[in-house]
């Protein structure tokens, strides 16, 4: 929803870094997520990262999140055109406890 | 075999119809939703359960109802469908049991009301 803000459209070239950006509002958020969903598939989780830490990496994947700005990204290393997907950020609220909030969704798109 | 199984995986129905959408899960998990996928608008939450006896109202509850029949099973209902509840519907499920909660999802039902 609109407390989530994620842009549209990513495109990049294979081989090189892919960075996909997520801000959000509510700063009692606990942990931020990572879902990739493939074509005529569902939301698969990605990566998550608890709001106490600033950084995860899980091999080609880094997640930085930066609470004072309440931004977080997602950063794919050596970008495949199989990386291709929309990527949607959500969050779990403290306040509302078994709820995510989803963003949009940026689609990413890799050109060879 | 998929963990949250979604039936059935595409419909095309007539304005007026009342429509289910199934949901069941061999994950064991409590908590059961629904979403709605609408090209550029992301994923709405419509109702969600958090166990058998327990139904909350989403985002955008008007125009649907649900029916948790036991742990493992979560419906969907569109009483009379119109066409503006075409999209893509998500049922997910998540555990209270973990702190990090992350939800799992089904592969979808392409819901097409003419």
């Known amino acids: 929803g609109e407390d989530v803000e994620q842009s549209l459209f990513l495109s990049v070239r294979e081989g090189d870094s892919s960075v996909i950006n997520c801000t959000y509002t509510?700063?009692?958020?606990?942990?931020l997520y990572w879902y990739k969903q493939e074509p005529g598939a569902g939301l698969q989780l990605l990566t998550y990262i608890f709001s106490n830490m600033d950084m995860k990496q899980d091999q080609r994947l880094t997640v930085l999140l930066n609470k004072k700005d309440k931004h977080l990204s997602l950063r794919i290393a050596d970008t495949q055109t199989g990386d291709s997907a929309i990527y949607f950020c959500?969050?779990?609220?403290?306040?509302?406890?078994?709820?995510?909030?989803f963003g949009r969704g940026t689609q990413l798109t890799v050109w060879p | 075999d998929a963990d949250v199984t979604q039936t059935p995986r595409n419909r095309i129905t007539k304005t007026g119809k009342r429509i289910m959408l199934e949901c069941s899960q061999t994950?064991?998990?409590?908590?059961m939703y629904w979403y709605r996928q609408d090209p550029g608008l992301g994923l709405r939450l419509i109702y969600y359960?958090?166990?058998?006896?327990?139904?909350n109202k989403g985002e955008i509850s008007d125009g649907y109802s649900v029916s948790r029949q036991a742990q493992a099973k979560f419906s969907l209902s569109l009483e009379s469908a119109i066409p503006n509840q075409t999209a893509l519907y998500f049922c997910a499920t998540g555990s209270g049991d973990t702190g990090n909660q992350p939800q799992h999802f089904g592969d979808g039902t392409r819901l097409s009301i003419l």
């Open positions: 359960s958090f166990d058998v006896k327990d139904i």
């Open positions: 509510d700063s009692s958020s606990t942990y």
């Open positions: 959500a969050l779990l609220r403290g306040s509302t406890l078994g709820r995510l909030y």
């Open positions: 994950k064991g998990h409590d908590r």
